[in-house]
């Protein structure tokens, strides 16, 4: 193997997947382009979510994945092309790896690039944890924010001392094409003030009734002049089906549920007024896009996963005991304590003018 430069000259970041996670671990990018200007500074994502970074000012290059071409991975065919994809991986000669994600697939890729300098959590999972030459111990109870800070913080430090880093930038970023994409679909809704909805979520738990995101759209059309955008996957719309009803008794309702990509969702979300969402993906590129939120949280631990430093905007009257409550359906009693007329409020007071002005 090579000699460890003094300074990393190739870097990588291993994030590839959920895609929310993926928007929410962009300080990392940001805080080792902060410390090596020159360097160059790679993330290996799933090629589906390449859109949610490739417009990142701090990145050199995304480095896709191709899950779907690659699975099932047991298929002799997929294999060999996965050995292939790995020994390209390796041709990239990194000199310091990252991994944000802390599981065997993200283990298997750390270890693949075959870098002198690969860090990843000490509470990695799947025996990921394995594939590190260096592992950070995580501050108990940490965000996930900040968890992955802590491991851009060790990166640095294993190059000699540095200055901590500064606050976490959560900015993201959206392309030419993204924007041009989004302002041909919203051609036919005036944006002056435009509502992301986000009704639809991975998990039932995490779903505010269906009924009530319908309730507050039509309180929005009534009560303002806004616009509204109803947001969500491809397999998502049986999910939100009385919302989307509201689509076809409005013209100042669109419904994008599975009709957008990841870019061209991010640059409409930058453009909104409002985003009221679920646990997902939607909500933290609200964050990202520093836009006005109402974030609807049941079976969640907020404090881990939530939306980063915007305690003010959760709306959450049960707290689950434990991470992985959201996979019980019978936990979706926790969504449904959130009332309406509560979330309304909410929302309305952030489209008031006065708000809008202080945001000016």
């Known amino acids: 193997m090579a000699p460890v430069p003094t300074e990393p000259e190739r870097i990588l970041i291993i994030r590839p997947s959920a895609l929310g996670d993926v928007c929410r671990s962009v300080p990392v990018l940001a805080a080792l382009r902060a410390r090596w200007p020159s360097a160059i500074i790679d993330w290996l994502v799933q090629d589906a979510f390449a859109e949610a970074i490739s417009a990142h000012p701090a990145l050199s290059e995304v480095v896709a994945f191709p899950r779907r071409d690659l699975s099932p991975l047991a298929r002799p065919d997929n294999l060999l092309a996965a050995l292939r994809w790995g020994l390209a991986l390796r041709r990239r000669r990194y000199d310091l790896v990252v991994d944000c994600q802390g599981l065997l697939r993200s283990g298997a890729m750390t270890l693949a690039t075959g870098s002198r300098i690969r860090i990843g959590g000490a509470d990695a999972r799947e025996f990921s944890h394995r594939a ?88 929005i059309l009534e009560q303002t002049e806004a ?13 939100c089906t009385a919302t989307r009803a509201v689509a076809a008794g409005s013209d100042r309702v669109i419904d994008l549920v599975g009709h957008t990509g990841v870019g061209e969702l991010m640059a409409i979300v930058e453009r909104s007024s409002l985003v009221v969402a679920n646990d997902s993906a939607v909500l933290h590129m609200a964050v990202g896009f520093d836009r006005p939120l109402v974030a609807l949280f049941g079976p969640t631990l907020t404090g881990l996963v939530g939306p980063y430093q915007r305690d003010d905007d959760v709306f959450q009257h049960e707290r689950p005991s434990h991470a ?32 809008v002005q202080s945001r000016a």
């Not at 930038?169 to 002056?192: E, P």
């Not at 616009?227 to 999910?239: L, M």
């Open 324 to 355: 992985s409550a959201h996979k019980n359906s019978a936990n979706a009693a926790m969504m449904a304590s959130i009332s309406i007329e509560e979330v309304i409020e909410a929302a309305l007071a952030r489209l008031s003018p006065s708000a």
């Open 132 to 219: 590190y030459t260096r592992r950070v111990k995580p501050v108990a109870n940490a965000h996930a924010v900040d968890r992955m800070m802590q491991l851009a913080q060790a990166a640095i430090d294993t190059f000699g001392a540095a200055e901590p880093i500064a606050a976490p930038d959560m900015r993201l970023y959206t392309c030419d094409a993204a924007r041009s994409k989004a302002s041909n679909t919203l051609a036919g809704v005036s944006t002056n003030q435009l509502v992301v909805l986000a009704p639809t979520s991975r998990w039932p738990a995490k779903q505010w009734p269906d009924e009530r995101f319908a309730a507050l759209a039509r309180e």
């Open 227 to 239: 616009c509204i955008a109803i947001v969500g996957g491809p397999g998502e719309r049986k999910q």
